[in-house]
């Protein structure tokens, strides 16, 4: 797992500073509510998760006692941000897998946060979830305690390709768990999918694309797997087992993605992911990108408001400990300054559909522009830059020069 990033220590009471919460409720919140169980950790993961084998009998490590531990940071949240009225427009379930937690755990941990907060009357609430960890009597309890958006970890429809990622679940299994969804009654249903996995030819990833398209999903995120240092995989590429991921055939096959995806009536909003309109984006992730406010619950969780970013403790026992004692679980924190950012801002408005202003960029920034433009890499629009599809696949070098 990578180390968290450095920073200031966090204060034990987990007070933030007067510029933080100027402004807190007038900007769209969310919450993210970081589950960090899994059955079984994947080869190429470095997310902060655990296995019950790693976690052993640590206390208030348990996923029996995880919902409560989370319910205490999410009243503590309630008072950090004062009395300032905030209304929570979108909460994610990430990890790990959330639904190794039960629905009513799951459940629970919503209610806390409609009687601390109250949700906005569209609220979106998603959970992730491996398509092995749910059948559709939990579809149905996850539906009835307020979830109306799923995303299932489908990543390949290639048994071989799902063995090197050390996915367990059977790729016959997608189409079932996503009519399930539909049945349960979820509003919106999207499919994580990986290109890029050694081994893995571009007609496996066109059975995968078809397979996910087959399922009709409202949403789909297509990352190119990157191997991360201290995972398994990055083992494996290192003694040479396996071969290191191509830049190449990564841009061959997220150009393949895009033209399928848009001839199925699924549109690009942001550079990794696509929906079938407006409605099916992933709001809390545009929260991200668009520099809203969110808080983090659970060990390892990152949070954001008005420009003061925090990280909690990463192990499950450390963050239970830390909030049983009256404490904050924040390790540490930074307070980013006005250029800090602008380039954050840059940084993730220009992958998005809706584009940059061209205000957002400095003097330096504003000079590239037009060389971009000739260049073929980005378009104007009504003075907001949007990335050309060509753009799309150097985003990062897009993002350097106009920063």
Not at 32 to 41: D, G, K, L
Not at 81 to 109: K, R
Request: charged share 25%; with cysteine.
């Amino acid at each position: 797992m990578p180390a968290q990033p450095t920073g200031e220590a966090a204060p034990l009471d987990g007070a933030l500073p007067a510029s933080a919460l100027a402004g807190v409720g007038s900007r769209p919140f969310g919450l993210y509510v970081h589950v960090p169980f899994c059955t079984v950790r994947c080869g190429y993961c470095d997310f902060n998760t655990y296995t019950a084998e790693e976690l052993g009998d640590a206390p208030g490590a348990s996923r029996a006692t995880y919902a409560e531990a989370a319910i205490t940071e999410v009243r503590r949240a309630r008072r950090a941000l004062g009395d300032a009225d905030v209304t929570i427009d979108t909460i994610f379930f990430g990890g790990g897998t959330p639904t190794l937690l039960s629905p009513a755990d799951l459940g629970s941990i919503v209610a806390a946060a409609a009687g601390e907060f109250g949700l906005a009357h569209d609220v979106e609430v998603t959970t992730e979830a491996n398509p092995d960890s749910v059948a559709l009597w939990d579809l149905e309890e996850l539906r009835q305690v307020g979830f109306n958006r799923i995303s299932f970890g489908m990543q390949s429809a290639v048994d071989h390709v799902l063995r090197v990622l050390e996915r367990t679940h059977d790729p016959m299994r997608v189409p079932a768990v996503v009519e399930w969804a539909r049945t349960a009654g979820f509003d919106q249903v999207s499919l994580d999918l990986i290109y890029g996995t050694p081994g893995e030819s571009r007609e496996d990833w066109s059975t995968t694309i078809e397979a996910a398209l087959a399922c009709e999903p409202d949403h789909v995120s297509a990352y190119s797997l990157i191997v991360e240092e201290g995972t398994a995989l990055a083992r494996q590429v290192r003694r040479g087992e396996v071969p290191m991921t191509d830049d190449d055939d990564l841009a061959d096959k997220y150009l393949m993605a895009d033209e399928r995806f848009g001839a199925f009536g699924l549109t690009w909003y942001e550079v990794s992911n696509w929906a079938k309109d407006d409605a099916s984006r992933c709001r809390h992730n545009e929260l991200y990108w668009t520099g809203g406010d969110w808080w983090g619950v659970g060990p390892g969780a990152h949070s954001h408001v008005g420009g003061v970013r925090w990280w909690n403790v990463k192990h499950p026992a450390a963050y239970a400990n830390r909030l049983q004692q009256g404490d904050s679980p924040a390790q540490a924190r930074e307070v980013l300054s006005s250029d800090e950012r602008r380039v954050e801002r840059v940084l993730l408005e220009i992958r998005l559909r809706d584009g940059l202003p061209v205000s957002a960029l400095d003097a330096h920034g504003r000079s590239q522009v037009a060389r971009l433009v000739d260049e073929g890499m980005v378009e104007l629009h009504t003075e907001r830059l949007v990335l050309t599809q060509r753009g799309r696949l150097l985003a990062d070098a897009v993002v350097r020069d106009l920063t």
